[in-house]
């Protein structure tokens, strides 16, 4: 008995080290969500320090942050980081919704959210747009936009609107 000892006694605190951790790591994930949440979408930029967490803006992105949260001590010291961006500033229309020669029957929206228009409003602009963009902080993504794919596939003298270059990825092949 006296050679397993050691083992039995590790053995019998495993389950609180790990209660532990988890504790720990549910407050550190509940801070970054919290400090995330806060700052997400909107114009105030986030302080670099607090008492447990820090944030800093990501390379190579335009009002993108990371914050880190770290909770506990010693062995138990557990970190959390998550990803939010502030919000996107409006960009300028350029009048009529005309672009390279071309003109479209509705004008282009300012800003976009994160959703995509749904399948019964594929452009967001028979009244999915007019109900839900304050909610939504923006226009829904058009159905030619969902990704590069259907964009690249998509027929601009479809688009309902200029979409050219959505998400940086370049001027449409028949634009």
Known sequence: MGATAPSLMKMSIAPHVAQLRAKNLGVAESAAVVFAATYE????????V???CTSEARENTDNAYSVTCTYG????VQSVTRAFRLAVPDKELGGTGASGGREF???T????????????????????NDQYYTALNGACMPQDAW????YQFSNPDAWLYDINNIKGWGDHPDY
């Open 147 to 150: 990704n590069q794919t259907n």
């Open 50 to 52: 607090t008492d447990t």
């Open 105 to 107: 029957q509705f004008e």
């Open 41 to 48: 979408g909107g114009t105030e930029t986030p302080p670099t």
């Open 109 to 128: 929206p300012t800003r976009y959210s994160g959703h995509q228009c749904p399948i019964h409003d594929p452009w967001g602009i028979y009244g999915y």
């Open 73 to 76: 001590s010693g062995d138990y």
